[in-house]
Nanobody, 123 residues
Framework: VQLQASGGGLVQAGGSLRLSCAAS????????MGWFRQAPGKEREFVAS????????YYADSVKGRFTISRDNAKNTVYLQMSSLKPEDTAVYYC?????????????????WGQGTLVTVSS
């Protein structure tokens, strides 16, 4: 499974961005997906995850109510809609896929990782 994240950029606080993660392979629709982020000098942290059919989602407390994860299995793509962005959301955002169909919040349960896309939120 190969993952390609895109959509990052520079945005002002309060603005919005939508990240996309395109997956190769025929097994995308059978896998859960997740988004993680890593800010400069900090450890990677969980952001959001979604199960194989999109019915189950999880969010970090820090993004709940502002970010929405979704997926389009016909397009082999998972999205992260980010709104009301804050400077503390600045990070490299990574998409990841586990081997199973479930949604997880622990990065150790993910087997495949994209290359990351940088989101910078200015104050």
């Amino acid at each position: 499974v190969q993952l390609q994240a895109s959509g990052g950029g520079l945005v002002q606080a309060g603005g919005s961005l939508r990240l996309s993660c395109a997956a190769s392979g025929r097994t995308f629709s059978a896998r859960g997906m997740g988004w993680f982020r890593q800010a400069p000098g900090k450890e990677r942290e969980f952001v959001a995850s979604i199960n194989w059919d999109g019915r189950i989602t999880y969010y970090a407390d820090s993004v709940k109510g502002r970010f929405t994860i979704s997926r389009d299995n016909a397009k082999n793509t998972v999205y992260l809609q980010m709104s009301s962005l804050k400077p503390e959301d600045t990070a490299v955002y990574y998409c990841a896929a586990p081997k199973s169909s479930n949604a997880y919040n622990a990065d150790r349960l993910y087997n495949y990782w994209g290359q990351g896309t940088l989101v910078t939120v200015s104050s």
